[in-house]
Each structure stands twice: as C-alpha cells, then as structure tokens.
Nanobody, 123 residues
Framework: QIELTESGGGLVQAGGSLRLSCAAP????????IGWFRQAPGQERVLVCG???????YYAESVKGRFAISRDNVQNVVYLQMNWLKPEDTATYYC?????????????????WGKGTQVTVSS
C-alpha cells in the first residue's frame, strides 16, 4: 500500500502560480509512474500531467507551456509547478501512482491516490 499526500493548494488570482507537492513518506517513488489529475465539480477526473520512471512526460493540451511536473527521488516527492493560472484551472488536484512504466490517461489505471488538494483561481 502506498499513501500519497498532496499539499500546496490554495486561492490565487488569475496569472499567478502555485506549486503542488505529492509525497509518499518512506516509500521510494523512483519506480512508479505518477500522475496529477484534477476534477472540477460535476466533471470527470482528468489527467493533467504525468511522469514515468524514465523521466518521460505527459501534459494535457490545456496546460502545456504553463505547468511542469518534476520528481525528487531522494525526497520522494513529485511536484507540479503551475504558472499563468486561469479560472478554468480551478479544481481539486489529485496525485496518483501506478506500478508501471507507462503514463496512463485513464484514472482507473492508477492503483494509489491521494485525498486531493483544492486549487481555486479567481478572475
């Protein structure tokens, strides 16, 4: 079992930045693929970006050029740097992990989930 904990959410004005963190204390991340998903009220949970064990990346079109995912395998933390935030980025953000080298866009492919952190972008 892997317990994931997100942090770093909050309220920010449009154009601002936030950095989210996903940690799994005591658990090595290096062999896991990690995805950041978001879910707005009444909408499906969608993959925003992901990183696999080979440092391959995935970014949704809506966040390309604004968001960046990175991992620190020493600290066992994955970061999501979000810049130039827009009101439509408002959602609960979840990190998820799966024991595979691929980055899957389908949420059901991920075995482990955090409880989420709220990001609200005001216009």
């Amino acid at each position: 079992q892997i317990e994931l904990t997100e942090s770093g959410g909050g309220l920010v004005q449009a154009g601002g930045s936030l950095r989210l963190s996903c940690a799994a204390p005591g658990r090595a991340f290096s062999n896991l693929a990690i995805g950041w998903f978001r879910q707005a009220p009444g909408q499906e949970r969608v993959l925003v970006c992901g990183i696999n064990r080979r440092e391959g990346f995935y970014y949704a079109e809506s966040v390309k050029g604004r968001f960046a995912i990175s991992r620190d395998n020493v600290q066992n933390v994955v970061y999501l740097q979000m810049n130039w935030l827009k009101p439509e980025d408002t959602a609960t953000y979840y990190c998820a992990a799966e024991n595979d080298s691929a980055i899957y866009t389908a949420a059901q492919r991920y075995d482990y989930w955090g409880k989420g952190t709220q990001v609200t972008v005001s216009s």
